[in-house]
């Protein structure tokens, strides 16, 4: 009787196809970061689709505040604060937690999405669940097919582009690692290199571009205490605040009675 637990395997001395390996990414794309006019054609191509008001919202939101894609997704609606016009950030890998600024473009976009809103989560899918990774990877790629750039897109360079955007305007490092959320300043370092064309040249097509508005730029370069503590004083002018830090630096309001 055949003993059938035994089977017939290949020679190890044969040839096998090798998985060809990754090419660079000096070789797919020139760079890694997007222009000013890059995102907002990406902002007007987006807002083209069928769901267009959350898409476009998704990629204004991850450019002005240098978000990775696991942070956009995870944004839920108990982080945004309509009347201070504040956005709380929880970062990943480590990163420090920060209170942003909004301004009246992105609260007009977020209250438009909240009116509809039936999950706790700010962008969803079609079918209500929480926006995936892989999702808004593939919104971003195709936003960038639909612009006609010359190159692949993915949503890290939004990230990117804040970086240089806030470096070529004069931010330092130290106010730009705080505002990125990064956990080491060696991350933060490479964005004070120029992007391509210069601070000069790129400054000059900032006063045109509805995604980077001087507005945002200023509202950026502002430490997050003194952001925070505009914010509040505008909503609630008639309280006096004082201001205290913690042990990790969080700037917190108590009111005196």
């Known amino acids: 009787m055949a003993n059938t637990t035994l089977k017939l395997v290949l020679s190890a001395t044969a040839n096998r196809t090798v998985t060809p390996l990754r090419r660079p990414n000096a070789e797919l794309r020139p760079r890694e970061h997007l222009t000013e006019r890059e995102i907002d054609k990406l902002v007007e191509a987006a807002m083209g689709n069928r769901w267009g008001q959350r898409d476009a919202t998704m990629i204004l939101i991850a450019f002005r505040h240098g978000l990775r894609a696991s942070e956009l997704c995870g944004l839920q609606w108990s982080d945004v604060e309509f009347e201070t016009g504040t956005l709380h950030l929880r970062r990943a890998k480590g990163g420090t937690t920060a209170t942003h600024p909004l301004l009246g473009d992105e609260l007009r976009a977020l209250r438009s999405l909240k009116r509809d809103a039936k999950s706790p989560f700010i962008f969803v899918s079609e079918r209500g669940a929480p926006f995936t990774v892989s999702g808004f990877a593939k919104l971003v790629e195709r936003a960038g097919i639909e612009a006609k750039l010359p190159f692949k897109c993915h949503p890290h360079m939004l990230r990117h582009a804040t970086g240089y955007a806030l470096a070529n305007r004069g931010t330092d490092t130290r106010t730009l690692q705080a505002y990125l959320g990064h956990r080491s ?9 120029l992007a391509p064309g210069g601070s000069r ?8 571009s509805p995604a980077l508005s001087s507005a945002w730029l200023e509202g950026a370069q502002m430490k997050p205490a003194a952001a925070q503590r505009r914010h509040c004083l505008r909503s609630q002018p008639k309280h006096r605040k004082n201001w205290t830090k913690d042990t990790n630096g969080e700037a917190h309001i108590q009111r005196l009675l």
């Open 201 to 208: 040249a790129s400054g000059a097509n900032w006063r045109g």
């Open 185 to 193: 300043i060696q991350s933060t370092v490479r964005y004070t290199e």
